[in-house]
């Protein structure tokens, strides 16, 4: 009987069909769990760029590059509390102490005294003032050691002292002498203030002639103001206006309470100096004068650590007003 048209498909090809679909399924099965398996414990955002982990410290407690070792200073710093390498480290500060009145030490004449006791003087370590005699032979190199060992700086200028050309009575090259008219005293000044280095300050040498005189002191005064600086009156005249005249023309001024060693034997200076204390105690400040002896620098190597529970030391420029 004769196959009819449109009939079935024969047995053989849907085997064939059949067979193929098979295997295509295994194909796609199998590549479906591979991707399934990579993925395999990864939650989602998990695609994203891992950060990097920190750095592991080196082993035997050395320090990564660019690190300072535990204890030392990173290379071309300086370790804390220490001075920069090349530089010298500064000296110690007075501690401000609440309360204690306050104590200006102001040593006179440096210039013709060695620079080693000079060295020696500003090694104390608490700040007080110097006051430079101008033209002589250590007159700068003396007013350079002060100042880099953190001393405040002042001129001390030559005036005529009562009893002028007797012995002991040459106040120096260039002192201001009574006689002199008004110009040359002006200039005598400003020449003495140029050559002293670092001066913030003046104080008198000597000048019991000229100290009590209102015109000189004013002439004087005022060039010491047009350069900004503080005056000291020495005292060493009972009858002197040079603070008065300071005040007058409005020159942060102060004046010298007690000296320190016109007598050079210890005992002396030791009760000068007790007595300038208690003057502290009782006005709350005291400014004492001393000079650049070799018998003034010993004693004060002693005078100054007893005393520094009692007072707290300043420089002359904190005393003025």
């Given at each position: 009987?004769?196959?009819?048209?449109?009939?079935?498909?024969?047995?053989?090809?849907?085997?064939?069909?059949?067979?193929?679909?098979?295997?295509?399924?295994?194909?796609?099965?199998?590549?479906?769990?591979?991707?399934?398996?990579?993925?395999?414990g990864r939650l989602p955002g998990d695609e994203e760029t891992a950060k990097p982990r920190p750095r592991p410290t080196p082993p035997s407690?050395?320090?990564?590059?660019?690190?300072?070792?535990?204890?030392?200073?990173?290379?071309?710093?300086?370790?804390?509390?220490?001075?920069?390498?090349?530089?010298?480290?500064?000296?110690?500060?007075?501690?401000?102490?609440?309360?204690?009145?306050?104590?200006?030490?102001?040593?006179?004449?440096?210039?013709?005294?060695?620079?080693?006791?000079?060295?020696?003087?500003?090694?104390?370590?608490?700040?007080?003032?110097?006051?430079?005699?101008?033209?002589?032979?250590?007159?700068?190199?003396?007013?350079?050691?002060?100042?880099?060992?953190?001393?405040?700086?002042?001129?001390?200028?030559?005036?005529?002292?009562?009893?002028?050309?007797?012995?002991?009575?040459?106040?120096g090259p260039e002192a201001v002498m009574y006689d002199l008219k008004e110009a040359e005293i002006r200039a005598r000044v400003r020449k003495?203030?140029?050559?002293?280095?670092?001066?913030?300050?003046?104080?008198?040498?000597?000048?019991?002639?000229?100290?009590?005189?209102?015109?000189?002191?004013?002439?004087?005064?005022?060039?010491?103001?047009?350069?900004?600086?503080?005056?000291?009156?020495?005292?060493?005249?009972?009858?002197?206006?040079?603070?008065?005249?300071?005040?007058?023309?409005?020159?942060?001024?102060?004046?010298?309470?007690?000296?320190?060693?016109?007598?050079?034997?210890?005992?002396?200076?030791?009760?000068?100096?007790?007595?300038?204390?208690?003057?502290?105690?009782?006005?709350?400040?005291?400014?004492?004068?001393?000079?650049?002896?070799?018998?003034?620098?010993?004693?004060?190597?002693?005078?100054?650590?007893?005393?520094?529970?009692?007072?707290?030391?300043?420089?002359?420029?904190?005393?003025?007003?």
């Amino acid at each position: 009987m004769a196959a009819r048209k449109g009939g079935r498909t024969s047995t053989p090809r849907l085997l064939v069909l059949a067979a193929l679909m098979f295997a295509f399924g295994l194909g796609l099965g199998a590549l479906l769990t591979s991707q399934a398996c990579g993925r395999k414990g990864r939650l989602p955002g998990d695609e994203e760029t891992a950060k990097p982990r920190p750095r592991p410290t080196p082993p035997s407690g050395k320090p990564g590059p660019g690190k300072a070792e535990p204890g030392k200073a990173e290379p071309g710093k300086a370790e804390p509390g220490k001075a920069e390498p090349g530089k010298a480290e500064p000296g110690p500060a007075e501690p401000a102490r609440k309360g204690l009145p306050r104590f200006a030490l102001v040593i006179d004449d440096l210039g013709y005294a060695s620079p080693e006791l000079v060295k020696r003087l500003c090694a104390q370590p608490v700040p007080f003032s110097v006051a430079v005699l101008p033209y002589q032979e250590n007159t700068r190199e003396s007013a350079e050691i002060a100042h880099d060992r953190g001393k405040e700086v002042m001129l001390h200028l030559p005036m005529e002292p009562l009893g002028y050309p007797g012995p002991g009575k040459d106040p120096g090259p260039e002192a201001v002498m009574y006689d002199l008219k008004e110009a040359e005293i002006r200039a005598r000044v400003r020449k003495a203030l140029a050559d002293v280095p670092y001066r913030r300050g003046v104080n008198n040498h000597m000048g019991s002639r000229i100290t009590p005189d209102r015109t000189r002191m004013t002439w004087i005064l005022e060039e010491i103001r047009a350069r900004k600086c503080f005056f000291v009156d020495s005292r060493t005249e009972k009858d002197s206006v040079a603070f008065d005249v300071a005040e007058a023309l409005k020159i942060p001024a102060v004046q010298r309470k007690v000296f320190l060693d016109d007598d050079k034997a210890f005992a002396e200076m030791e009760r000068q100096w007790n007595r300038a204390l208690d003057l502290a105690a009782r006005d709350g400040q005291v400014l004492i004068i001393g000079h650049i002896y070799p018998e003034t620098v010993a004693a004060l190597e002693k005078l100054i650590p007893a005393a520094r529970n009692r007072v707290t030391f300043v420089k002359a420029g904190d005393l003025v007003r």
